[in-house]
């Protein structure tokens, strides 16, 4: 088992930055990948960005150029950059997690994100 805690949430002004952080702890070893994702009210949850060992770092079309995904594996954390941040990036950001063997995936609680003046 894997567990995700955020953190890094906030009110920031458009055209701000903004870092969140995602430990994981336990089954650490199992994991294959980290990502992040999102979600506003009214709708469902999408992806932000992805970073695996194997991969390239994977970005929805709506944030490449201004989020940046990082991991440490060494620490076991995942990161994620915002910067010139909009009002449409406001959300629930959620950490996730996933192992090929077994086929697992594990979610945080959220953070939330607020972009407004």
């Known amino acids: 088992q894997v567990r995700l805690v955020e953190s890094g949430g906030g009110l920031v002004q458009p055209g701000g930055s903004l870092r969140l952080s995602c430990a994981a702890t336990?089954?650490?070893?199992?994991?294959?990948?980290m990502g992040w994702y999102r979600q506003a009210p009214g709708k469902t949850r999408e992806l932000v960005a992805t970073?695996?060992?194997?991969?390239?770092?994977n970005y929805a079309d709506s944030v490449k150029g201004r989020f940046t995904i990082s991991r440490d594996n060494a620490k076991n954390t995942v990161a994620l950059q915002m910067s010139s941040l909009k009002t449409e990036d406001t959300a629930v950001y959620y950490c996730?997690?996933?192992?090929?063997?077994?086929?697992?995936?594990?979610w945080g609680q959220g953070t939330q994100v607020t972009v407004s003046s």
């Open positions: 336990g089954s650490t070893s199992s994991i294959n990948g």
């Open positions: 996730n997690a996933w192992s090929l063997r077994p086929p697992d995936a594990y």
């Open positions: 970073i695996t060992d194997s991969a390239p770092t």
